[in-house]
């Protein structure tokens, strides 16, 4: 078994704040997490798989309001588990839709480019 990390390494390791994995736990994002007996959080491997997945959450949108019902589904069990799938499903769709988005403004960037590329090389005239 994977040794339990502190919340400064925890911080260190995965790129977020101690203030930051503290209100992920108040916040419900996060279960409570094991402490030693000094009383300092101890991430244990399947808490760091979980903020893991929190973070990537995150990173895709989701809202802070989205990722609390996303975990308390998940605090419920097995029995939410088709309720989780519908919000990873709407979830990776407005990604996708976002993704196009994206993809759509980098072509038009990419073609704003090769326009002075090509003005740059006298092959056609600024209008």
Do not use: C
Request: hydrophobic share 45%; aromatic share 6%; proline share 2%.
């Amino acid at each position: 078994m994977s040794k339990a990390l502190t919340i400064g390494q925890v911080a260190a390791t995965r790129g977020v704040s101690t203030h930051t994995l503290r209100y992920y736990e108040q916040a419900g994002l996060l279960r409570a997490i094991g402490r030693n007996d000094a009383g300092h959080r101890l991430y244990a491997p399947a808490d760091l798989d979980w903020l893991q997945f929190v973070m990537r959450l995150k990173a895709t949108g989701m809202p802070i309001a989205g990722m609390q019902a996303f975990a308390a589904l998940r605090a419920q069990g097995d029995a939410t588990v088709g309720a989780r799938r519908e919000m990873l499903v709407e979830h990776r769709d407005a990604v996708r839709a976002r993704i196009a988005e994206l993809q759509a403004n980098l072509a038009a960037i990419s073609d704003k480019i090769d326009y002075y590329e090509a003005v740059e090389r006298g092959g056609v005239h600024e209008t």
